[in-house]
């Protein structure tokens, strides 16, 4: 399958390596297929995009968050399980959305919403986005000096 990102140009997309989000993301609901890209030369499948196949526009900067020393915890519902196929704790990973401060804030570094994680099932390739607490919360990851 062929996309048109206009972040990434023409694509060439493995139907067999889609994420469904049965219910898409909020505020994105009608995006349920995406594929997660790598970024550069980055071979690490911790950080990366999830660029939509319904709307090429929409695409997400993801990392795992170990990949900033955070570790934390958090349980699924019966139909949160149900819904991506959750057998096995093992074929699941955490995403987390990432995005710059805007150049006005005065801030810089990028920030991490902790409180709405992606939950994949590799196995399955389905996913959900996990409310946590409340929409829009997020730490300012920075680099350690």
């Known amino acids: 399958m062929k996309i048109e990102s206009p972040r990434f140009g023409s694509l060439e997309v493995d ?6 989000f049965p219910a ?3 505020g994105f609901e009608d995006c349920k297929k995406f594929t997660l890209l790598e970024v550069g030369e980055m071979k690490s499948p911790s950080v990366g995009v ?7 526009e929409v695409a997400f900067s993801v990392a795992e968050p170990d990949q900033f020393g955070l570790h934390y915890e958090f349980a699924l519902t019966e139909d949160e ?3 991506i196929g959750v057998s096995r704790i093992e074929d699941i990973v955490v995403l987390l959305i990432l995005r710059r401060n805007q150049a006005d804030s005065g801030e810089q570094g990028i920030k991490a919403n902790l409180m709405a994680p992606l939950v994949i099932n590799v196995v399955k390739r389905m996913g959900l986005q996990k409310i946590i607490g409340c929409v829009g919360c997020d730490v300012t990851l920075r680099a350690a000096s």
């Open 81 to 83: 399980e149900k819904s």
């Open 24 to 26: 898409g993301l909020p």
């Open 50 to 56: 999830l660029q939509s196949v319904e709307r090429p």
């Open 15 to 20: 139907a067999a390596k889609l994420i469904e």
